[in-house]
């Protein structure tokens, strides 16, 4: 039941919603844990209900960081690094972590990498040669990818 409130919602309806809310597409408990906050429900209904997702296999913390890594990849073109920051800040286990990197290979990841710094490069309209490598750099850096080869690509691309 909803803590002082007028309007009440049964654990069966709020069990109901998350159901949906994780059939759309996968989640980590903390997405749970918020979405269920902002039901203002009593802490036994909380728990019962994310151990309801659990048994029902609705919730997966495993799954939940594998599609996470290839999707962020593959989509956003993120890097490593960057996929693993935002692993951590959803509370997701090493093993897990580690276990959702596995999903990119390693030849993609560096092909990836490379036509990602040359297409950023292209588009980069500054003609002070330290300024566009500082762009290029923050730029691959901001989005997750490892130093030594975004220095390595920048040296490549911009000689000294």
């Given at each position: ?15 109901k919603?998350m ?15 918020d ?103 923050d ?7 490892e ?14």
């Open positions: 039941m909803y803590q002082n409130s007028q309007q009440s919602i049964t654990v069966t309806e709020a069990t919603k159901e949906r809310y994780c059939a759309y597409q996968e989640r980590c408990h903390k997405d749970i844990e979405k269920l906050n902002t039901m203002k429900l009593i802490p036994e209904a909380k728990e019962k209900i994310i151990l309801h997702l659990l048994q029902h296999n609705f919730l997966n913390e495993e799954r939940f960081s594998q599609s996470f890594a290839r999707g962020k990849f593959r989509i956003k073109k993120w890097g490593k690094q960057r996929i693993v920051r935002e692993l951590k800040y959803r509370k997701i286990s090493a093993y897990n972590i580690k276990t959702a990197l596995k999903e990119i290979s390693e030849k993609d990841y560096l092909e990836t990498f490379h036509e990602l710094a040359e297409r950023k490069f292209v588009t980069i309209k500054e003609l002070d040669q330290n300024k566009k490598r500082k762009k290029l750099t730029y691959l850096l901001y989005r997750g990818w130093t030594n080869l975004v220095y390595e690509k920048v040296k490549e691309l911009i000689p000294y």
